[in-house]
């Protein structure tokens, strides 16, 4: 659950402006979708917020506090493609996501901190709908059975900010369906921000709180890159998500009934 404070925040390479001139508060636990045409900077929105690109100008705050300026567990990711390691098992690459999370210190984990981030890859895995893939090697998955992996090992880091570019765009529409369901239980149940990358209105629409569409205010070839993509669009997506009634629900009643308030 965070925060995310966009200030003015440019991103150029060389003479080329890529963004310009975005100004945005995400509240915590926001589902925001992003969408825009291809090479508007959506990718390069979300590299910087992972902290693998810094800003031209302006500033990026979580929390209120500056982003450090390299990736890290705060922040788990989803590609489009790629993001699970073909020489590990579903199991050892779950797991991983774990390691990971601790890199700083050991880099791998053993005997009883082992066994524990194992039995909570099992559960994870189960809750992705992987149980009794967990020996196999992700080529011998199905795309959409690697995406739930990829979510599986993201979630595994335990990131407060979940990162998704078009995670979802190469799957067949039945299976992106089954995963939209998953994506939606995940959020509500943990304390989650996500930013999602989509081509896909319907899918911004169904998963996301808020959406927000990049444009160039001037697209004329010759103005392409002097001119950077900006937030054009800002919609509110109501009604608000099952866990945000929940927590309106027991602030006012102190009591955890969702049910009651029709979620
Ligand atoms: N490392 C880089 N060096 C130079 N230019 C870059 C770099 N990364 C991105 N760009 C440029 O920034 C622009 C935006 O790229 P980006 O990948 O963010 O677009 P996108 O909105 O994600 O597109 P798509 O929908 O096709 O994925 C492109 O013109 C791209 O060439
Ligand atoms: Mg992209």
Not at 151 to 173: K, N, S, V
Request: aromatic share 6%.
């Amino acid at each position: 659950m965070s925060a995310i404070r966009f200030d003015n925040v440019w991103k150029e390479y060389g003479d080329h402006i890529v963004l310009e001139q975005i100004t945005l508060d995400v509240e915590p636990r926001a589902f925001l979708a992003l969408v825009g045409p291809s090479g508007c900077g959506k990718t390069t929105f979300l590299r910087m917020l992972l902290g693998e690109e810094s800003p031209t100008r302006g500033q990026i705050l979580v929390d209120g506090v500056p982003l450090s300026p390299e990736p890290s567990a705060d922040r788990g990711v989803v590609f489009q493609r790629y993001s699970v390691f073909p020489h590990l098992t579903v199991l050892q690459n779950v797991v991983l996501g774990r390691e990971l999370q601790h890199a700083k210190i050991t880099g791998r984990l053993f005997g009883s901190a082992k066994r524990a981030a194992t039995d909570e890859a099992m559960a994870l895995l189960a809750e992705v709908g992987l149980a009794g893939q967990e020996s196999k090697y992700p080529a011998a998955l199905s795309g959409g059975m690697q995406q739930r992996l990829a979510l599986a090992q993201a979630i595994m880091r335990g990131p407060r900010i979940l990162l998704l570019d078009e995670p979802f765009g190469a799957l067949d529409p039945g299976i992106r369906a089954d995963i939209h369901v998953l994506m939606k239980r995940l959020w509500n149940e943990t304390e989650l921000t996500v930013v999602m990358v989509t081509h896909d209105l319907s899918e911004a629409f169904r998963l996301a709180t808020r959406v927000i569409a990049f444009e160039r205010n001037r697209n004329r070839p010759e103005e392409r890159e002097r001119y950077g993509a900006t937030i054009s669009r800002d919609l509110e997506i109501y009604p608000r998500r099952t866990a945000e009634v929940r927590r309106l629900a027991t602030n006012r009643s102190g009591r955890d009934d969702p049910a009651k308030h029709g979620a």
